[in-house]
């Protein structure tokens, strides 16, 4: 593809993303159809099925025969298998992965260290009562994985945690398991937290990569 038709492409999916926030139309709604989005963008219509055809192989909308084109719900998961299956074949780009996990790991604790509060301690701690005296492993998993959640949110700053959230689920895709630390690394994580040694709280969740 052209340096000129890859530029009038990606304009074609922010016109449509523009359409679609325009309309207020949300997941589960009716996209316009092929002619009247050619219409409204003053493109061909082969590239506008194209850009379509685009973004329902990343799962972002799906077309159902007689009905038209939907917009799917945002999950993300749709999204982060396309890329796992396509990029994290390649060993370096699973190399670039964990090395990318581990500074947005290490600047999300960084961040936590200088800003957590009491209240926020009192949770971990609630959270660390409750997986002790969870008996089934499943929902000690789930506790525990809320937990490693609930340290990186500590950074107070939604992009790093998206990000961290985002890199988990390729990990996830790849690995096809999370990886968890276990009860008693959970309540020596707390203890580094509140005595602000992120040193420590950094190599106990980069476990968890």
């Known amino acids: 593809m052209s340096g000129t038709s890859e530029k009038v492409y990606v304009e074609i999916i922010k016109k ?3 359409i679609i926030e325009e309309d207020d139309l949300q997941a589960g709604d009716k996209l316009p159809s092929e002619r009247e989005l050619t219409d409204r963008l003053h493109v061909g219509r082969s590239s506008v099925r194209e850009a379509l055809r685009s973004l329902e192989l990343l799962g972002l909308i799906e077309t ?3 009905e038209g084109t939907f917009i799917k719900p945002a999950t993300g998961h749709r999204l982060v298998e396309v890329l796992a299956s396509f990029i994290l074949h390649d060993q370096k780009a699973r190399q670039d992965l964990l090395e990318t996990k581990s500074i947005i790991i290490r600047d999300c604790i960084e961040l936590a260290v200088q800003r957590v509060r009491p209240e926020d301690i009192e949770y971990l701690n609630v959270l660390i009562r409750e ?9 000690v998993q789930q506790l525990i994985l809320r937990f490693q959640e609930s340290v990186i949110k500590l950074c107070n700053n939604h992009l790093l945690y998206r990000l961290w959230v985002e890199l988990s689920d390729y990990g996830l895709s790849v690995h096809q398991h999370s990886f968890l630390l276990h009860s008693g690394e959970c309540s020596q994580l707390l203890e580094h937290l509140k005595n602000g040694d992120s040193k420590n709280v950094i190599q106990l969740m980069s476990q968890t990569m």
């Not at 005296?133 to 499943?138: A, I, L, N, Q």
């Open 64 to 66: 159902r025969r007689g």
């Open 131 to 139: 997986i002790e005296r969870t008996e089934h492993d499943r929902d």
């Open 16 to 18: 449509i993303k523009s």
